[in-house]
């Protein structure tokens, strides 16, 4: 700085004021030379509104009026760009076009954005490539490949990088890390392990109770891999019923009548497994659907003789002899063996003794004299046991 009323001759001097005077800037009284004492940093603090004024150097006073003036300090590139919201993380549907966007990264520099390229970023890849891409101006992180599988791999790890000076040499650069996670989509039909399957089932399971279990797998995930189970045909039909199973996804075959080996052994179904959700986009990777045989052998209970009548009514005269036959009841095995039966009386009270039965043929017959007068009715209990 510098006064015309300064001849040179030693008798004015310079005094400064204001922001930083004394503190950063200096001004030489003589001279009206400005220097800065400490390093600037500008983006700390842009400008500096100082004062100066010319008195004289004996009797302090003003020889001519105050002036203000800036000192606004220049940007040079000394901050480098940083990612603010990072480490990212994002989620794209698998299978997506190439193109689809996944995140936006945003880098910030410090420099000056109005004075040269130093807060000017572009973005680059440093790791992820060649599954994914970064626009270079705008940050947008895209897809880069057809056909990513999520059933392949389900997460990526990028390593982005943002420079400034408009990515050239000289430029300071900052990076984040973005993990992408691949999503499901319906993308896979479901199938069984085997064509057939083949199951025991005892004739004497109750109804509603489950006679077997089956499964389509799926490689997809949660409302993707529901399954719909069905009997399409067989020699089962409305004697099984199949129903998923809503935490396993299994299909689960229930009785709906009961069963008899003796009238038939074994039964053949055919179910179909297919998706609840079906995503249009990808039916050409279809059917979305499989079948399966089910073989379901009906395994033979032993089961108790039978009377051919619960209940016998049978007539004699008082005046029989003992040893007269009364009458014949007859039992026989249900089961496929058609096992003989043994007969016998129960003969828990006295009035089960005045009768005897063949224990072979089931003829009953008097043990000891009767009297109608004593008692005109006698009920008594047959057991028949499979020998």
């Known amino acids: 700085l510098h006064s015309d009323v300064d001849k040179g001759e030693g008798q ?5 004021n204001g922001e930083g005077a004394t503190s950063i800037f200096t001004i030489d009284e003589n001279t009206g030379d ?47 760009p940083k990612f ?31 004075y040269g390229n ?3 970023v572009v973005y680059s890849i440093l790791e992820g490539q060649p599954y994914f891409s970064v626009e270079p101006r705008t940050g947008v992180v895209r897809t880069a490949l057809p056909n990513m599988d999520r059933e392949a ?35 896979n039909p479901p199938h069984f392990s085997r064509k057939s399957y083949q199951f025991s089932v005892p004739e004497s399971l109750p109804v509603a109770m489950t006679v077997a279990k089956v499964k389509a797998l799926d490689s997809d995930v949660g ?3 529901e399954m719909e189970y069905r009997i399409v045909d067989g020699d089962g039909l409305g004697l099984f019923r199949i129903t998923p199973d809503p935490d396993t996804q299994e299909g689960l075959i229930t009785l709906q009548k009961g069963l008899d080996f003796e009238t038939k052994s074994s039964y053949t179904l055919r179910v179909e497994a297919s ?15 499989d ?49 003989p039966i043994r007969y016998s009386i129960d003969r828990n009270t006295d009035l089960e003794r005045f009768f005897n039965i063949d224990a072979t043929t089931g003829v009953i017959s008097t043990a000891k004299p009767l009297d109608r007068e004593v008692n005109a009715v006698h009920n008594i209990t047959i057991f028949a046991t499979e020998i």
Do not use: C, W
Request: no cysteine.
């Open 223 to 225: 409302p993707n891999a």
């Open 12 to 16: 004015v001097k310079y005094v400064l």
């Open 275 to 289: 998706n609840r959700n079906i995503d249009l986009r990808f039916l050409s990777l279809g059917p979305f659907s």
């Open 153 to 187: 791999r389900e997460q990526y790890l990028l390593v982005i990088q943002a420079k400034d000076m408009v990515g050239q040499m000289g430029g300071l650069s900052g990076t984040t890390s973005v993990t992408v996670t691949l999503t499901d989509v319906n993308d």
């Open 291 to 339: 079948t399966a045989t089910v073989r379901l052998n009906v395994q033979n209970v032993d089961e108790p003789p039978v009377f051919s009548s619960p209940f016998s009514k049978m007539v004699i005269s008082e005046e029989a002899t003992v040893g007269t036959t009364i009458g014949t009841i007859f039992a026989h095995d249900p089961d496929s063996t058609n096992s």
């Open 84 to 114: 603010l919201d990072g480490p990212y993380s994002a989620r794209v549907p698998e299978m997506s076009p190439v193109g689809t966007s996944v995140v936006t990264v945003v880098a910030t520099d410090a420099d000056d954005p109005t």
């Open 34 to 80: 400005i220097h800065a004492t400490k390093r600037l940093d500008r983006e700390e603090q842009p400008y500096y509104t100082l004062r100066a004024q010319a008195r004289h150097r004996h009797t302090n006073l003003p020889v001519e009026p105050e002036s203000e003036f800036v000192i606004k300090v220049q940007d040079i590139n000394d901050n480098e």
């Open 118 to 120: 130093s807060a000017r």
